[in-house]
């Protein structure tokens, strides 16, 4: 009897250090705002992919908008700001249609990411994403970005524009220059020259927005590809580096609005 009355006890610890009940108050949604590592999934650690990156989630929550990358393909969705805190609902997370050699991890991840309804504290910068039953479906650790602002200094073309490629030898061929000290701008939208600021966000190492960014007012005989340009700079939320060296600007969607090439 007392071999049994202690292995009940031993398994009846390791539940409660697994779930996501606690009789702490709960955590304010700002907590889990900003770019985490997925590392664990239904119990299983997440391995990295050739590159030594991990799958990752991006929450902001000033605007309810989440992102990320889930092994393959890059996600989106939205939640609820308003939602009670620990609470948070991450149905209808959507994501781009790439296939991968191997799509296992991103399955099981969107798959986990579906069932969340809460967020628990884990330890030192891990969160707990816990689905209805208050089990932890999701590990995640707080990203130590490896991007740094730093890597948009100095003068890039515009390659692409939503998609479409911006026509090379063009008498204004269209660019933007950073000056990321002053965290300004300058540079040409294919006839008129712009000028203007950039805006970032400290918990998220990759976030950029370039609201009020004014031009010249010469008229052209062509004004489409310029007006295309300063609506999808208007658009911007965050920024990468792409796998062939250029720069990504995507919008609050996550959709890859404008390409950047040195």
Known sequence: MKKVFVSICVAGVALAMF??????KALPLSSINGEWNIIEVNGSKVAPDESKNLPFIVFDTATGRVSGNSGCNRMMGSFDVNAKPGNIDL??????????PDMTTENNILNALGQV?????AGKNKMYLCNASNRPVVILEKKVSDVRLSVLSGEWK??????EAVPFGMEKQPFIAFDVK????????GCNLMNGGFETNV???KSISFPGVATTMMACPDMELEGKI?????EVK??????????????ANDALVLVLEK
Not at 91 to 100: D, E, I, L
Not at 117 to 121: C, M, P, Q
């Open 19 to 24: 779930s996501c009940h606690s009789v702490e």
């Open 117 to 121: 309804t809460a967020y628990k504290k």
């Open 158 to 163: 515009i390659k692409e524009v939503n998609g």
């Open 91 to 100: 149905k209808g997370m959507a994501s781009t249609r790439m296939m991968c």
């Open 203 to 205: 918990d998220n190492a």
């Open 238 to 251: 965050s920024f990468d580096v792409l796998s062939g060296g250029g720069i990504g600007l995507y919008d």
């Open 182 to 189: 002053k965290k300004t701008i300058h540079g040409n939208a």
């Open 230 to 234: 300063l609506k999808a700079l208007n």
